[in-house]
């Protein structure tokens, strides 16, 4: 990895837009929070940004896998640092409205689409197929780290100086990314553009190609119900920092736990090469819901801070290391001119959950309280483990003979 140069400033570049983004990340809800007091607006911010990838999926993948990549991504990041950067301007001119803050939150996860459906592509490009699941555990690792620092750094801002002036980082970070991809000269594509093909017969092509992989289209499916857990999960920490653990809406121990949530991403990706040589796909995806069922529950009725961050951190390894198995499963399996419509039409299955969960969580914590709501967030991951147990995952793995002896879950 160290000697390969293009990936390496595409790492970079990522990296420092990744770590700004993650201060956002926790300042965004707060001053969402911090302005209503609202279990159901806060958490309605978690729906917000989800719901462009269900409505520009489709479209990005399509378009990614025969347009130049590159540009798509410094773009993307260009446009994403004049809207987050709008937030502190509007701040200090005093005409900074939560309408505003939710046109922001839709804008910039409308960008990150486009970026997300260009980086899928461009990854296998730069590294090579060999080299996938170490480019991945790298750049997991990278992120896992920026996800403990960034989200303290956003908690320890958003106390200090406040939320808004806090996201003008993120937005500087955007312009850094875009300048630094921008200057890479590898093609971020090995394969040439059939540009005769029109935009719907692209994005039929990558839907025929998922639904005809048994186990990518299984694990798809089935990370629908997961993202309904992780939309209330995420949509109310927030909320549950403040009325379950008794912290105050400006502490920075807020955005502490959410980089224990972070610590927990780190460990998937560090334990991920070594459960993958060892274990098969199917094995390795249950033992990680497994893992959520338990300690989603746990997390609903806990309210030491020490305590909550140490489950959080747990659950959220558990989560990420099923969808990093996922990731690399389908990028190993999907032909380098289907990388962007197949990965993003199966995050967009798989994420689309996650509004419906923020929704569900913000009313639930609303009629109720945020442990009920907590509490029905394990109905969704629990229902992907029984469904996997019974239903198409199980039937998937048994069509391909795939057994502990297949580490690679029978890869094409």
């Not at 993202?227 to 008794?246: C, H, K």
């Not at 995050?347 to 609303?366: E, N, S």
């Not at 629990?382 to 057994?403: D, E, H, K």
């Amino acid at each position: 990895m160290w000697s390969n140069r293009a990936f390496l400033r595409f790492w970079t570049a990522g990296s420092v837009s990744y770590g700004g983004t993650l201060v956002t990340t926790v300042v965004l809800p707060i001053l969402v929070y911090q302005r209503t007091g609202s279990a159901f607006e806060t958490s309605l911010l978690a729906g917000i940004e989800t719901i462009p990838y269900l409505a520009f999926g489709l479209v990005a993948g399509a378009i990614s896998d025969h347009a130049n990549r590159r540009r798509m991504m410094y773009t993307c990041e260009s446009i994403s640092a004049v809207l987050v950067g709008s937030v502190p301007v509007a701040n200090a001119l005093g005409v900074l409205t939560i309408a505003q803050i939710y046109v922001v939150a839709a804008g910039t996860a409308t960008t990150f689409v486009w970026r997300d459906a260009a980086n899928f592509g461009a990854i296998p490009s730069l590294v090579g197929r060999d080299m996938l699941a170490s480019a991945y555990a790298w750049m997991s690792s990278t992120s896992a780290v920026l996800q403990i620092a960034g989200p303290a750094v956003g908690g320890i801002l958003a106390a200090t100086i406040g939320p808004a002036p806090a996201m003008s980082i993120d937005s500087a970070s955007y312009i850094f990314s875009a300048i630094a991809l921008a200057t890479i000269r590898k093609p971020f594509s090995t394969t040439a553009r059939n540009l005769g093909a029109t935009l719907r017969q692209r994005v039929a092509e990558g839907l025929r190609f998922l639904w005809r992989q048994p186990m990518v289209r299984a694990m798809t499916l089935l990370g629908f119900g997961n993202s309904v857990t992780l939309g209330i999960v995420e949509g109310l920490l927030v909320v549950d920092a403040n009325r379950q653990l008794g912290l105050s809406r400006t502490s920075a121990l807020i955005g502490f736990l959410f980089a224990a949530g972070a610590a927990g991403a780190l460990l998937a990706a560090v334990v991920l090469p070594y459960f993958r040589r060892r274990f098969d796909v199917v094995t390795n995806w249950r033992a990680g819901r497994n893992i959520e069922i338990v300690l989603v529950l746990a997390f609903a009725f806990t309210t030491n801070v020490v305590l909550a961050m140490a489950v959080y951190l747990l659950f959220n390894a558990g989560s990420q290391f099923c969808i990093l198995v996922g990731i690399t499963y389908r990028q190993e399996v999907t032909p380098d001119h289907l990388q962007g419509r197949v990965n993003v039409v199966a995050r967009m299955i798989a994420w689309g959950g996650t509004p419906f969960g923020a929704v569900i969580g913000g009313v639930a914590a609303t009629i109720w309280s945020v442990r009920v709501a907590l509490v029905l967030a394990g109905l969704g991951v629990g229902s992907a483990f029984v469904l996997s147990l019974v239903g198409p995952l199980s039937l998937a793995a048994a069509r391909r003979g795939i057994s502990a002896g297949d580490p690679s879950g029978g890869n094409d």
